[in-house]
């Protein structure tokens, strides 16, 4: 099965940046895509981005042009580059995996607070 793992939530100030990261361990999966989903109170989880093993990329119209998704398949880690942070990016960020039968899972996610 796989085990996910965030890092990298905190306080940040309006126009800030936070690296996220998520290391992943598997012992008899093999993952198709990662991707990193944000959910604040009260409201529906959604994708953020996502990135698949060939290192095809999709991104929320939201985040577009600030945050960006990468992978080190070495480290069998994917990360979340988050740039010019706004109040609305405030919410618990998820990460999420997919093997090759389509099996989900996530992690427990990390608490990302943009305020002045």
């Known amino acids: 099965q796989v085990q996910l793992v965030e890092s990298g939530g905190g306080l940040v100030q309006p126009g800030g940046s936070l690296s996220l990261a998520c290391a992943a361990s598997?012992?008899?999966?093999?993952?198709?895509?990662m991707g990193w989903y944000q959910q604040a109170p009260g409201k529906q989880r959604d994708m953020v981005a996502s990135?698949?093993?060939?290192?095809?990329?999709n991104y929320a119209d939201s985040v577009k042009g600030r945050f960006t998704i990468s992978r080190d398949n070495a480290k069998n880690t994917v990360y979340l580059q988050m740039n010019s942070l706004k109040p609305e990016d405030t919410a618990v960020y998820y990460c999420?995996?997919?093997?090759?039968?389509?099996?989900?899972?996530w992690g427990k996610g990390t608490l990302v607070t943009v305020s002045s």
């Open positions: 999420q995996s997919i093997d090759l039968n389509g099996i989900q899972y």
């Open positions: 598997t012992s008899a999966r093999i993952i198709y895509a």
């Open positions: 990135i698949t093993s060939d290192g095809i990329t």
